[in-house]
């Protein structure tokens, strides 16, 4: 088919969607840095290379995907999340879960269960419920990932690193060097 996309214009059009640089995309893609330029300026003219990257921009801004904001909120939703969001106390004092449209951080929730037992004369049901929640820890990671803390050059706060002189070196510049060794 004429109009189809070769792997090259697929990877430009990827990565121009991404980065809005027509001559880093094209060089990304494998185009020669030399000719970038000229053929990204050339690929964008097409029509077919055009219609798909109309595709594409859809997709990415489709109200049934997440946004990155949408996404953070729920990862921050499940780190804040606690059990005792859900608990409550009867007038009779006794504890029971409670999970309502108002209840807070509901998308930390990874599961219901409950289960009526019943006293050795199979009277008396009592409902126990339990509620297991989504790693907070992981949704940590997450959101890192999301801020690029993990990347070099990534939002990264500043390290003061300190160095031991003593072990034989004569200068900070000695025990500098050999600790990076």
Do not use: C, W
Not at 40 to 65: C, F, G, H, M, W
């Amino acid at each position: 088919m004429k109009n189809k996309l070769t792997i090259k214009q697929e990877k430009f059009i990827n990565s121009y969607i991404q980065t809005g640089n027509a001559t880093k995309s094209a060089i990304e893609a494998g185009y020669s840095p030399k000719t970038a330029r000229q053929i990204a300026a050339v690929t964008l003219t097409k029509d077919y290379v055009l219609a798909r990257k109309t595709e594409l921009e859809t997709q990415i801004n489709s109200p049934k995907i997440a946004d990155a904001i949408e996404r953070k909120e729920r990862l921050t939703e499940i780190l804040r999340a606690r059990l005792t969001d859900y608990q409550e106390t009867g007038l009779d004092g006794a504890g029971y879960i409670s999970i309502t449209k108002s209840s807070p951080n509901t998308g930390a929730i990874a599961g219901i269960e409950a289960a009526t037992k019943f006293d050795e004369n199979g009277n008396t049901g009592t409902l126990f419920t339990k509620v297991k929640l989504h790693n907070p820890i992981n949704a940590i990671a997450e959101l890192n990932k999301m801020e690029h803390i993990y990347e070099p050059g990534g939002n990264t706060q500043n390290i003061n690193v300190v160095f031991v002189i003593g072990k034989g070196y004569k200068k900070e510049e000695d025990a500098i060097q050999n600790n990076k060794e």
